[in-house]
């Protein structure tokens, strides 16, 4: 913490996480300042309405003191505007934040390649393949991965950068100390190891719809470049990219099926002007020349998936091989299994199960090989669901089981 640190939390607790608070210091020449003047001060200044003049009136020096004793006492670390460690991407933005909380270790983010990568929760097989591809390619040539830390897209991103043995920055919408997203505890603790969890909200602020949007513009003000993975054309990695655009950050889209209306966002990306990013390199080249990256050692995505492939094969489970003849026994069963569900069922049922594959598929490509009509498919595939011969996924997406 800086020594003007317990000023920023009381200045951020006045105003809010977001709020424009530039002009104010400006007019005041310093946090520090705008804390000792009076309130005729606070009234005759023009950067200040009077609803702020309000709350900083409202809110004390104690309220601030709380926060700052909270954090030391389960080791966060505050990081304040004036603080040295404090980005200097951030403070290029509009409305930078008063205060970061950080656990774990920020990366240096001025001096690094830094990479936001971002997509849906309900992400596609696919979708997650390529965005742990992507993340740990560019981490294996030191660049520091952003994201969000939720399921899906956020969640492979984190997880490709460490595998990569890079530095990953998990940004939050939501304060430490609470339990929002429970189910990916595990990850947000590797996240820590090799790397930090930030957020500018107060320890125990729950998670909203509003503070998502707050969030998101941080990943992209950290970041260099925002690459977006699998969006629909409402979604928040829009509204990341959408800031990221604003900012002046680099844009860079994976391209999606056109049959996936769910997640045309992308593809929409590309058509207005985002570059298209098709393997690491992609996302590294326009900052090659600044931070010295190497290009001919950015491995491609082929190289990639073998040493993905090597490090699968490479892994011994001495259980798993003395099994072995019980898994071989096991899918001898679930083939006769599937069979004898198979023979109940009706021709519409079988003929959808056979265009079924492996991989989730969009229903409009399903439907499309059965030359059915939609609502024969998808009753079609309530039932496999029940026979447990078909499993669903989100955006309407299904594959054998």
Partial sequence: MSKNAVYWLWLQKALGEGAHFKEIIADFGGVKALFDANILDWKMSPALVPKQITRLEKIKLADAEHI??????????IIDYDDERYPERLKDISNPPAVLYVDGELPDIDSSVVLGIVGTRKASEYALKVTELMSNGVALCG???????????????HRGAISGRGKTVAVLGC????????????LREAVKRNGALVTEFQPFTQATRYTFPLRNRLISALSLGVLVVEAGVKSGSLIT????????????????????????????LIEDGATVALKPA???????????????????VNELMEETADKNANIVNPAEDKLSFERLEEGRQKIEKREKALLGLS???????????????????ITEKCAMPVSAVLGALTTLEIADLAQSAGGKRYKRN
Wanted: net charge negative.
């Fill in 68 to 77: 700052a004793r909270l954090c030391d006492k389960n080791g966060w670390q």
């Fill in 143 to 157: 660049a520091v991965v952003v994201s969000g830390g939720a399921l899906g897209v956020d969640s492979a991103a």
């Fill in 175 to 186: 304060g430490f100390g609470t339990n929002y997203l429970m189910v990916n505890h595990s």
């Fill in 241 to 268: 990219a959408g800031f990221a655009l604003e900012q002046g950050r680099d844009v860079f889209a994976v391209p999606c099926s056109i049959l996936s209306p769910d997640y045309a966002g992308t593809n929409k």
């Fill in 282 to 300: 992609d996302l590294l080249f326009p900052y090659a020349e600044r931070f010295k990256i190497d290009m001919s050692k950015v491995k491609t």
């Fill in 347 to 365: 021709e519409s049922c079988k003929a959808v199960y056979e265009a079924l594959t492996d991989s989730f598929e969009h229903i409009d490509i």
